[in-house]
């Protein structure tokens, strides 16, 4: 087994940590311990960012409270921007729209459409040139949250921008 300590670019950690097949006389790699720069900073800015829910008081009309979640979100997206982009990683937000039960599937689907806008129209202008935003509906299923609610909310995505070493 090859343990791997210590700190690599992004490309390198995110190849090495999925090293399927592994590498050639190795027979498992252990990279529990090899990190990326800034590893705990971002980790910690997606953690803050995909718990943040922005809510809607009814359609796409945001509740209260909207305005400051999404205050939050921008800082902490602006944040995450430039640390991903000092770490060679671009970041892909993928926004969703939930719905609570009343109304058919029809007008739920295009209401979580809307609200999944909604939000990324907000998003996308701070995003750098390397990141996007896009709503998303085909992998709502897919999410961990599973509830009902009138809100939209984010999960990123993060890519190298650089090839890893050969």
Known sequence: MLHLVGSAPFADWQRLRAANPPIPGVERIDASRLNY????????TVARIEKARIGFAAGVEPDPAAE??????????????????RSGIAVELHVFGLT???????????????????????????LEASGRARADLETLSALEFHGS??????????QPTRPATP
């Open 37 to 44: 720069p800034d590893a705990v900073e971002i980790g910690a």
């Open 68 to 85: 400051s979640t999404l205050q939050a979100m921008l800082a902490d997206l602006d944040r995450l921007e430039r640390l991903a982009a």
């Open 100 to 126: 609570d039960e009343p109304g058919g599937s029809l007008m739920n689907r295009d209401l979580r459409l809307r609200r999944a806008e909604w939000l990324a129209l907000r998003l996308t202008p701070t």
């Open 149 to 158: 609610a009138r809100a939209a909310l984010v999960r990123i995505d993060l």
